[in-house]
């Protein structure tokens, strides 16, 4: 079992299979555009920018599960792309904790324990996988992505 076994939906609602990704590097983030920690979209960018053409791909999950997002996965794209310039896929307004949280979030938790276990402490938790699929490192909400480069680029 790996992330590859996992459908999504993108920001509009059309499913697809993180199987797409096959071969890259990826950061899943549940993200929250209200949050305080959303400045951290600036680093998620640059980080896709300076290394997307070497396979890291940044994959935002919008939840409103810590009550600070918008009300669909299509107005948070929008309003990361307007306010942030992200250009990195984002994805449905999802669930992240509890027995009604995504499949993805599940396994994600399930494979990288954090400070409250299996629960996503808040927003901005980043999961890093490998070019085959696997969880190797799970990264707290106020760890900015530029502290962790060196991580992503170890795997890259």
């Known amino acids: 079992m790996n992330v590859y076994n996992f459908d999504v ?3 509009n609602g059309t499913p697809y299979s993180l199987e797409n990704f096959k071969g890259k590097v990826l950061l899943i983030v549940n993200t929250a555009t209200k949050c305080g920690l959303a400045p951290q979209f600036d680093e998620l960018e640059e980080l896709y920018k300076k ?6 791909e940044i994959l935002g999950f919008p939840s409103d599960q810590f009550k600070q997002e918008l009300s669909s996965g299509n107005e948070a794209a929008e ?3 307007l306010t942030y310039g992200v250009t990195f896929p984002m994805h449905e307004l999802i669930k992240v904790n509890g027995e009604n949280a995504h499949p993805l979030f599940k396994y994600l938790t399930e494979e990288t324990k954090g400070l409250l276990g299996k629960s996503v402490k808040w927003n901005f938790t980043k999961f890093l996988v490998d070019r085959d699929g696997n969880v190797v490192k799970r990264f707290a909400p106020t760890d900015k992505p530029s502290k962790f480069e060196d991580d992503i680029v170890k795997y890259l």
Not at 51 to 56: N, V
């Open 9 to 11: 939906k993108d920001e």
């Open 79 to 81: 309003a990361c792309r």
């Open 51 to 56: 290394y997307r053409e070497q396979g890291l």
